[in-house]
């Protein structure tokens, strides 16, 4: 059996990462696409991103608008920390589960559709000054 089990789950507890962070899993978006939003507003404010991913002209920056006001409101209701102090300090897409589903093809063949997901994780950090 375990033993520590309250010293571990103590040390893991004081080295968490205290930054607010908002995750997204099973979104039916390949994560090829997302990175390509994600490079751009990575490093940016909270504001300028915002800004970039409204008026961009991608299907996941529906998504990634929605994750980051996510990730803003946790850091206002949970840490007490004020939006426009805050900038994008990493941001992932990672693959999820693919769904596989099945294309006929000619002469009996059949062509597999590999349909991609995506987990994504926005982490916002405070403005240094």
């Not at 375990?2 to 930054?19: L, Y």
């Not at 090829?32 to 961009?56: C, F, M, W």
């Amino acid at each position: 059996m375990a033993t520590r089990i309250k010293e571990k789950a103590k040390f893991r507890q004081e080295n968490a990462d205290k930054r607010p962070r908002a995750i997204a899993k099973y979104i039916r978006i390949s994560p090829y696409k997302v990175r390509q939003v994600l490079d751009v507003i990575r490093g940016k404010s909270y504001v300028e991103a915002n800004a970039i991913l409204k008026n961009t002209n991608k299907s996941s920056s529906e998504v990634l608008v929605k994750l980051l006001n996510s990730a803003a409101a946790n850091a206002e209701n949970n840490l007490g920390m004020d939006r426009n102090d805050l900038f994008v300090a990493e941001c992932f897409a990672d693959q999820g589960p693919t769904l596989k589903r099945i294309r006929p093809r000619a002469k009996g063949r059949a062509y597999r559709i590999l349909k991609r997901t995506s987990h994504i994780t926005i982490v916002l950090d405070k403005i240094a000054e």
